[in-house]
Every structure is written in structure tokens, then in C-alpha cells.
């Protein structure tokens, strides 16, 4: 069954430096997005991206944070300079065109900023 | 505001002992949701959508229903196995995109 993968698994990093997660959806899907849940609270949606550029983004995704589409098959988000609030399990999340409503989503990437 | 609540926080059950989560929200031009599952450390994964009043799902010992401002999870003679935490999640028409959007979920815990 397809997949959406992603790398890396945990990541532990220093307060200030910059963190990029990656992602690659499942290769037919067309609308990607990422998704972050701190330690004991909700799943909170952060950006979702279609057609090379952001379709919505929420209140958290602020100028720290950027997403790329840099090849055909990855999907990055980059935490610019990282703090120790940025600590959570990043969710990369994809589905496959308009009218399909179900997000796949991948294991998740471990971010600990110390 | 559009908001998801999901009711209780935690259930523990006896493995058999049936029992049904709730998911209630305020929106909209609601345009479907979402059962998740959610084990400890990984992703969300789908079990049922739908998206009208009436509407019914069902997948082995577990049942989703939905009327016009909730939803419901029935879990029937459930197993250790099903032990989980269960995440409602809505869509919400936004400009070019929908966004969806979780509830908090129950965390489900089947004593063997």
C-alpha cells in the first residue's frame, strides 16, 4: 500500500539552528501539507501546499517557517531558526486531488529542540 | 470560531465492554469528517469518512454515525488491540483549499 514517508525520524537540535524535515508523499497526490502535535495536545494544521505554492497556512506558521517542493517527489519544511517551542512531532500529510477528501498522513518526524 | 470537541478526554474499558466516543463541532458547510486512529509515537490513520446527516461506516468492531452537529464512534465488544487514541476531524471550506481540522481525541484503553 503507498505510503508517505518520512525523514527523519528524530531530529535533537540546538535552540537557534535551522531544521529542515522532509517528506515524500505518495507519488499520484497533488495536495501535500504538514501538520504538528506537541507532546500531549491536538493534531494543529500548519500549511497546506498545491500547484508549487501555499494554499493556506495557519496562525503558527509564521516567517520561521517555510515549505518547498524542490524536486517531484519531496516536501520539505524548514524551521529557520528553531526554538525550544518548536519542540513536537511534525506530521507531512498528502491526498490526491480536489474532490478526495482523505488525508494520508506519514510516521512523523520527532523534532527536540534543548 | 469553527471548533472540534471530542468527549471523553480518556475512556477504560473491559475488553468487551461496548462504549461510544463523541465528536461535536461547529461549522459551517461542513464537507465531511474524519475518523482517525492514532497509536503512541506514529501517525494518524484514516478509518471513515462521511458526510451527511445519516450517514453510517462501519469497520470490523467499530461503527461511525453522523447527525447534523456530531458524531459518533461505536466500539462493540472491543479487544485490547483497539487500545488507541481516536481523533475526529472536520474539513472546513477556505478559500482554494480545505482545511482540516482535529479534535484533541479519546484516549481508549481495553483492559484485557
Known amino acids: 500500500e503507498p505510503e508517505v514517508t518520512q525523514t527523519p525520524s528524530h531530529q535533537v537540535t540546538q535552540m537557534g539552528q535551522e531544521v529542515i524535515l522532509r517528506c515524500v508523499p505518495i507519488?499520484?497526490?497533488?495536495?501535500f501539507y504538514w501538520y504538528r502535535q506537541i507532546l500531549g495536545q491536538k493534531v494543529e494544521f500548519l500549511v497546506s501546499?498545491?500547484?508549487?505554492?501555499?494554499?493556506?497556512k495557519s496562525e503558527i506558521f509564521d516567517d520561521q517557517f517555510s515549505v518547498e517542493r524542490p524536486d517531484g517527489s519531496n516536501f520539505t519544511l524548514k524551521i529557520r531558526s528553531t526554538k525550544l517551542e518548536d519542540s513536537a512531532m511534525y506530521f507531512c500529510?498528502?491526498?490526491?486531488?480536489?474532490?478526495?477528501?482523505?488525508?494520508?498522513f506519514g510516521a512523523g518526524s520527532r523534532l527536540t529542540v534543548l | 470560531e469553527d471548533q472540534v470537541t471530542q468527549s471523553p478526554e480518556a475512556l477504560r474499558l473491559q475488553e468487551g465492554e461496548s462504549s461510544s466516543l463523541n465528536c461535536s463541532y461547529t461549522?459551517?458547510?461542513?464537507?465531511?469528517l474524519f475518523w482517525y486512529r492514532q497509536d503512541p509515537g506514529k501517525g494518524p490513520e484514516f478509518l471513515f469518512t462521511?458526510?451527511?446527516a445519516g450517514e453510517e461506516k462501519e469497520k470490523e468492531r467499530l461503527k461511525a454515525t453522523l447527525t447534523k452537529k456530531e458524531s459518533f464512534l461505536h466500539i462493540t465488544a472491543p479487544k485490547p488491540e483497539d487500545s488507541a487514541t481516536y481523533l475526529c476531524?472536520?474539513?472546513?471550506?477556505?478559500?482554494?483549499?480545505?482545511?482540516?481540522?482535529f479534535g484533541k481525541g479519546t484516549r481508549l484503553h481495553i483492559l484485557p
Open positions: 500529510a498528502s491526498r490526491r486531488y480536489s474532490g478526495a477528501n482523505v488525508l494520508t
Open positions: 507519488s499520484n497526490h497533488l495536495y
Open positions: 501546499f498545491y500547484n508549487n505554492e501555499i494554499s493556506e
Open positions: 461549522v459551517s458547510g461542513l464537507r465531511g
Open positions: 462521511l458526510y451527511s
Open positions: 476531524a472536520v474539513r472546513f471550506p477556505m478559500n482554494r483549499d480545505d482545511k482540516i481540522i
